[in-house]
């Protein structure tokens, strides 16, 4: 597709479960972000990979989140034993050069609201 | 550390009239760059402008502009010519080059409603 994709696009899940948020980014773009926006808040970084590099991890607010990126493009965010401060929009962006330039300019995809009950 | 500061919660106009979003910043970092986003209802964040620290004119893209003032730390974006599908959430987002890593640091936002 033409833009970032994200699946999916809501999620409603049980405090203690597991789930996994997709990414696709735009093709040939070689970085990619994870942010998340709470309600009524501005956006908090979570994650970046750039290519073959080791991923920025320094935004993950526990050792329950994590995410990886496969072969360079889908990736996905996984978050275990969730928690009610955990709903949010989790919103992935892809970027073509990443933060080696300035401005980069970020494509961001329309985002997965999580749901914890 | 930095900071982004959107002191506006909410902001209304009248559609064809021109309006300001404040944006106020902190850092330490020499070099850096400034943008501001538009997020409508549909959640998606739109990139608009980008102003870096040391361009020396102000940026600016069709009705968007970034009124950067530097010694003042301040980055406004103004809206001229308002229409109705400016009604969107707004965010200011900065990155250091030295300091912020691979991260962009966003303000709280700004709702704009324009008003027919």
């Known amino acids: 597709g033409a833009g970032v994709s994200q699946s999916p696009s809501n999620k409603v899940t049980e405090k203690g479960k597991d789930v996994e948020l997709r990414c696709d980014p735009i093709?040939?773009?070689?970085?990619l972000y994870w942010y998340r926006q709470s309600l009524g808040q501005g956006l908090e970084f979570l994650i970046y990979?750039?290519?073959?590099?080791?991923?920025?991890k320094s935004g993950l607010p526990s050792d329950r989140f994590s995410a990886e990126r496969t072969g360079g493009s889908v990736s996905t965010l996984t978050i275990q034993r969730t928690q009610q401060e955990d709903s949010a929009v989790y919103l992935c962006?892809?970027?073509?050069?990443?933060?080696?330039?300035?401005?980069?300019?970020?494509?961001f995809g329309s985002g997965t609201q999580l749901s914890v009950l | 550390a930095q900071k982004i500061t959107q002191t506006q919660p909410g902001m209304f106009v009248q559609e064809k009239e021109a309006v300001t979003l404040d944006c106020t910043y902190d850092t330490s970092d020499p070099s850096y760059g400034l943008f501001w986003y538009k997020q409508p209802s549909s959640g998606e964040m739109i990139f608009l402008i980008y102003q870096g620290s040391y361009d020396q004119q102000n940026a600016t893209e069709g009705r968007y502009s970034l009124n950067f003032q530097k010694a003042r730390k301040s980055a406004n974006l103004v809206i001229s010519a308002s229409q109705l599908g400016d009604s969107a959430m707004y965010f200011c987002a900065m990155r250091g080059v030295e300091t912020s890593g691979s991260r962009l640091t966003f303000g709280e936002g700004t709702q704009l409603t324009v008003n027919p």
């Open positions: 962006a892809s970027s073509l050069e990443g933060v080696r330039v300035l401005p980069e300019k970020l494509f």
């Open positions: 990979f750039q290519g073959n590099s080791a991923p920025d």
């Open positions: 093709s040939g773009h070689t970085a």
